[in-house]
């Protein structure tokens, strides 16, 4: 059963895929997901999906959905509100189980093009429905899923945080050591590494053990509950410091080193709606393991 006292740290949503994304004191989680999580993205002259993978300065800008549609910012670029487009997928794109989506309009794509310093489109996509989870992730087809890469639900917690965070400082002191014993100039000193570097829809704090999220087969909290869907295989995008889109080592050297199996290294857990409602931050987290 549950750890004790665990709660709803924080929730946030992604409106656009690899933009930042919005903190928020409640949210709906529909079948889909929060509501409004991960319905836009940009794509290339060809349909290809751009991600902050290649593409860093995605994570200087700001998407906020809005009534009707979302709010687009940063820095040197004027705020752009964002209709939902009304017509039928006109948009031939590159995403799995995804063949069409329905671009947004000249000023949006204008606007993403000069965020990239390249021609880009911004799309929208109409219904999740259109778009199923494959097997491998823990889901079907038949559930619904957004321009995520792989479940609904993305949820972390601050004890694997910190456990990570330790073994990377520990990490960065032996590159420090080895530095020094070689004449070189030392690293730059460490900074812990931040949870938005995960991109996490809800973060659970609380009396935990470091990944013992890694067990969990359903999660309780507000409305809602939540079912395992997989263990979370993180990328280089973990890498870019949200802030800077500078990229480093870390975090995905400590996770090779402590956290690598069947060929990935893992932080969090994917997760699937099975009752939907709201969660708000503070809310108590009840867990089951699998």
């Given at each position: 059963?549950?750890?004790?006292?665990?709660?709803?740290?924080?929730?946030?949503?992604?409106?656009?895929?690899?933009?930042?994304?919005?903190?928020?004191?409640?949210?709906?989680?529909?079948?889909?997901?929060?509501?409004?999580?991960?319905?836009?993205?940009?794509?290339?002259?060809?349909?290809?999906?751009?991600?902050?993978?290649?593409?860093?300065?995605?994570?200087?800008?700001?998407?906020?959905?809005?009534?009707?549609?979302?709010?687009?910012?940063?820095?040197?670029?004027?705020?752009?509100?964002?209709?939902?487009?009304?017509?039928?997928?006109?948009?031939?794109?590159?995403?799995?189980?995804?063949?069409?989506?329905?671009?947004?309009?000249?000023?949006?794509?204008?606007?993403?093009?000069?965020?990239?310093?390249?021609?880009?489109?911004?799309?929208?996509?109409?219904?999740?429905?259109?778009?199923?989870?494959?097997?491998?992730?823990?889901?079907?087809?038949?559930?619904p899923l957004a321009l995520v890469d792989t479940s609904p639900v993305h949820v972390t917690t601050t004890a694997s945080l910190r456990r990570l965070?330790?073994?990377?400082?520990?990490?960065?002191?032996?590159?420090?050591?080895?530095?020094l014993a070689a004449g070189k100039p030392a690293p730059e000193p460490w900074h812990p590494l931040d949870m938005r570097r995960f991109r996490p829809?809800?973060?659970?704090?609380?009396?935990?053990?470091?990944?013992?999220?890694?067990?969990?087969?359903?999660?309780?909290?507000?409305?809602?509950?939540?079912?395992?869907?997989?263990?979370?295989?993180?990328?280089?995008?973990?890498?870019?410091?949200?802030?800077?889109?500078?990229?480093?080592?870390?975090?995905?050297?400590?996770?090779?080193?402590?956290?690598?199996?069947?060929?990935?290294?893992?932080?969090?857990?994917?997760?699937?709606?099975?009752?939907?409602?709201?969660?708000?931050?503070?809310?108590?987290?009840?867990?089951?393991?699998?």
């Amino acid at each position: 059963m549950s750890e004790p006292a665990l709660v709803a740290s924080a929730l946030t949503v992604f409106p656009v895929k690899s933009f930042a994304g919005t903190p928020m004191t409640s949210m709906e989680i529909e079948v889909a997901g929060p509501r409004g999580d991960r319905r836009w993205m940009v794509v290339d002259q060809h349909g290809s999906t751009l991600t902050a993978r290649s593409h860093p300065r995605m994570l200087a800008a700001r998407a906020t959905s809005s009534v009707g549609g979302v709010r687009l910012q940063a820095d040197g670029l004027p705020t752009l509100d964002v209709a939902e487009p009304s017509g039928p997928p006109d948009v031939p794109v590159q995403l799995s189980r995804l063949d069409t989506a329905t671009r947004a309009g000249d000023e949006a794509d204008a606007w993403c093009s000069e965020l990239l310093g390249q021609a880009v489109r911004l799309v929208h996509l109409d219904d999740p429905a259109r778009r199923g989870m494959a097997e491998r992730f823990g889901g079907s087809l038949a559930d619904p899923l957004a321009l995520v890469d792989t479940s609904p639900v993305h949820v972390t917690t601050t004890a694997s945080l910190r456990r990570l965070d330790a073994w990377a400082a520990e990490l960065h002191d032996e590159r420090v050591d080895r530095a020094l014993a070689a004449g070189k100039p030392a690293p730059e000193p460490w900074h812990p590494l931040d949870m938005r570097r995960f991109r996490p829809n809800l973060v659970v704090d609380g009396d935990l053990e470091p990944f013992a999220e890694d067990r969990w087969g359903r999660v309780a909290v507000g409305d809602v509950e939540l079912r395992f869907g997989s263990r979370c295989g993180r990328c280089v995008l973990t890498t870019i410091d949200p802030d800077t889109q500078v990229k480093g080592k870390e975090p995905l050297a400590s996770l090779a080193r402590h956290r690598r199996g069947d060929g990935e290294v893992w932080f969090g857990i994917q997760m699937v709606p099975v009752r939907t409602g709201r969660v708000a931050v503070g809310d108590r987290v009840e867990t089951t393991d699998r």
